[in-house]
C-alpha cells in the first residue's frame, strides 16, 4: 500500500493493478518524474478509473478553439470555488507550464476576475464558474456573451463540459481527501 495521504481509501500496489492502468501509470511517470496522486486514489475502481481518464482525455488533450492552458484555467477557477486542494495545486502546475507564466495559476486561484487575462478568457471563466456553481441559471444571454467573445457553440460546449467535469472531480478529490503532490508545488515557477 502507498501512504495513506495519498486518498482517505485503499491504494492498490501497482503491481496488483490491471495492466492497462499499470502501464498508464508508469507512462505518467516516465514523463512526469513522478506519479501523480489522482492516478492511484482513482486506481482503487478500475473502471471508473479508465472512463474517468477516457473522458479527461477527450477535453483536456484535443485541439479546437480553446487553448491547453484556457483548459487549465477552467479547471484552476471552478476548483478554486469548490474549494479542491488536489486540483488548484496539480492543474495550477499544468496551467504554469502550458501559459509558460508563473504567477497566472495564483491569480487564478485567489480571484480570476483580478488576473492578467483577456476579456475573453474573462468572459470564458464567468461561465465556467457558472456551470459549476449555478448551471440552472445559465441562459441564452451566456451564449450571446460567449459569441461576441468569438467563442463557437462547440468551444461553449468544451467550456461547459471542463467545468462540469471537474465538478465531479472536484467533489470526488474532497471525499477521498487526495492530496496533491510536493512536486506540484514548484512546477513552472521558475525559468528552467
Not at 503491481?15 to 502501464?23: C, T
Not at 456553481?133 to 468569438?150: I, K, P, Q, Y
Amino acid at each position: 500500500m502507498t501512504s495513506p495521504s495519498v486518498s482517505r481509501f485503499p491504494v492498490p500496489a501497482l503491481d496488483q493493478l490491471p495492466d492497462d492502468i499499470r502501464a498508464r501509470i508508469l507512462a505518467v511517470q516516465e514523463k512526469s518524474g513522478f506519479v501523480p496522486n489522482v492516478f492511484l486514489a482513482l486506481a482503487y475502481r478500475p473502471d471508473e478509473f479508465r472512463a474517468f481518464f477516457a473522458y479527461h482525455d477527450a477535453l483536456m488533450e484535443k485541439d479546437g478553439g480553446l487553448s491547453k492552458a484556457e483548459r487549465e484555467m477552467i479547471v484552476v477557477a471552478t476548483s478554486a470555488a469548490n474549494q479542491c486542494h488536489y486540483c488548484v495545486i496539480a492543474h495550477g502546475a499544468i496551467l504554469r507550464i502550458r501559459a509558460k507564466n508563473p504567477q497566472i495559476a495564483d491569480q487564478i486561484a485567489i480571484n480570476y476576475r483580478k488576473a492578467d487575462l483577456l476579456p475573453r478568457q474573462l468572459a470564458m471563466l464567468d461561465f465556467a464558474l457558472k456551470v459549476s456553481r449555478a448551471a440552472e441559471t445559465v441562459s441564452s444571454a451566456d451564449f450571446e456573451t460567449l459569441h461576441r467573445h468569438g467563442f463557437s457553440e462547440d468551444d461553449v460546449w468544451d467550456i461547459a463540459a471542463i467545468a462540469a467535469f471537474f465538478a465531479l472531480s472536484n467533489r470526488m478529490a474532497n471525499v477521498t481527501s487526495m492530496r496533491p503532490n510536493d512536486e506540484f508545488y514548484l512546477m513552472g515557477r521558475l525559468p528552467k
